[in-house]
């Protein structure tokens, strides 16, 4: 079997240097707030061209985190097409979500807002870069602009570490960004994690506060504990050693699934202006389960992203249901939840079975 993950190769390149430094840190007996964890705030905050930086103990506390940050609760909008962690942490905190439709890229598509919403009641909008594509940060900004006032705009940027839209790399292009390290991400840890990353100083303060339970500001308001261990923060910066050698391995892997694929099947590809980061390959096809069922069979393991819209889920029908012609509203995010397949992307799998997956996806069309 072509496992969809490769997290056990990758730690099986990796052994010596992750048990190096593991073993480093844990003989110095500081496992919280050490070195590690500023050299490797600081490493991202760099890359990413930001101010602060913030580690996490993952990429939803740290929405919560940011959501908590805006001073006047009220609507949240966010895309019709995510992981549930988006509308969860919208609903954690005392704000409101609303929904946009995605456009083909399954990226958020702010024209798509409902008409009768009082656009002056965004508190935030928050866009997610589906699949490690990015927004059109430009257009972005432009709508924003005729909000009435100002939002705080979130980049939940969970999937396209890595990422750049003309130039600009993912982890800027907001307000505040954040970042997932999860075990399935493009650039991941062996547990959880994330960073939020921000340019601005006042917000910097509050998010200094809430991931240590309000230690920093002398408990003038409450926080939680959401941090990475030294360990993790240290492993992490052995593996930002290799990113680049491995989106460069995942770029080529896409492109040849690209080269040989793209005149049998829809392929989800990079948005205009975008360098996308591949942290998944997504195809469309409106038979996906003979599809998953045909590549199963020949020992390919695929995953849905997602099978449901966020609009399709029991915890946000309190704001769906009294939205008419509920189709008509989100209907792109609808088909692409019915027709999406991803396919194995990751820098440890060989040319033979890069090749394998792309003749057998070839072969169900034959």
């Known amino acids: 079997m072509i496992p969809f993950y490769g997290v056990k190769r990758q730690y099986e390149n990796l052994r010596e240097d992750i048990l190096e430094i593991t073993d480093a840190v844990l003989s110095t007996g500081r496992v919280l707030d050490g070195s590690y964890t500023t050299a490797f705030e600081n490493a991202i905050a760099l890359r990413c061209d930001r101010k602060f930086a913030f580690a996490v103990n993952s990429c939803t506390q740290?929405?919560?985190?940011?959501?908590?940050?805006?001073?006047?609760?009220?609507?949240?909008?966010?895309?019709?097409?995510?992981?549930?962690?988006?509308?969860?942490?919208?609903m954690m905190t005392e704000h409101t979500p609303e929904f946009c439709d995605v456009d083909a890229y399954g990226i958020m598509d702010l024209q798509s807002m409902p008409t009768s919403l009082?656009?002056?009641?965004?508190?935030?909008?928050?866009?997610?870069?589906?699949?490690?594509?990015?927004?059109?940060?430009?257009?972005?900004?432009?709508?924003?602009?005729f909000f009435g006032q100002n939002p705080v705009i979130i980049e939940d940027a969970a999937q396209s570490f890595g990422a750049r839209y003309k130039g600009i790399p993912s982890g800027k292009m907001g307000d505040i960004s954040v970042l997932s390290f999860d075990p399935t991400k493009n650039f991941n840890n062996y547990g959880s994690g994330g960073m939020i990353l921000t340019d601005d100083s006042q917000i910097a303060e509050a998010l200094r506060d809430f991931r240590d339970n309000g230690k920093h500001g002398g408990h003038m308001w409450p926080g939680t504990n959401s941090k990475m261990s030294e360990v993790d923060c240290a492993q992490m910066l052995v593996k930002l050693q290799y990113f680049n050698e491995w989106q460069e391995r995942r770029t080529s892997i896409a492109n040849y699934y690209i080269e040989q694929l793209q005149s049998y099947i829809?392929?989800?590809?990079?948005?205009?202006?975008?360098?996308?980061?591949?942290?998944?390959?997504?195809?469309?096809?409106?038979?996906?389960?003979?599809?998953?069922?045909?590549?199963?069979?020949?020992?390919?393991?695929?995953?849905?992203?997602?099978?449901?819209?966020?609009?399709?889920?029991?915890?946000?029908?309190?704001?769906?249901?009294?939205?008419?012609?509920?189709?008509?509203?989100?209907?792109?995010?609808?088909?692409?939840?019915?027709?999406t397949l991803s396919l194995p992307i990751y820098p440890e799998l060989t040319d033979g079975e890069v090749e394998h997956i792309a003749q057998t996806v070839k072969e169900f069309f034959w």
């Not at 997602?306 to 008419?324: F, G, R």
């Open 266 to 339: 829809d392929i989800i590809g990079a948005s205009e202006h975008v360098e996308h980061a591949w942290h998944k390959f997504v195809v469309r096809h409106e038979n996906r389960t003979r599809l998953q069922h045909h590549l199963s069979l020949h020992n390919i393991e695929t995953k849905i992203h997602y099978d449901k819209a966020l609009t399709d889920l029991e915890v946000s029908s309190q704001y769906v249901n009294s939205l008419p012609r509920h189709g008509h509203y989100f209907y792109n995010a609808e088909e692409l939840c019915k027709s």
């Open 62 to 90: 740290g929405i919560i985190m940011s959501l908590q940050s805006i001073e006047e609760p009220g609507k949240v909008v966010i895309p019709a097409v995510s992981f549930a962690a988006t509308v969860n942490s919208v």
């Open 118 to 145: 009082n656009q002056s009641d965004i508190s935030a909008v928050m866009y997610v870069n589906l699949y490690g594509n990015t927004i059109d940060y430009d257009k972005l900004r432009l709508h924003t602009e």
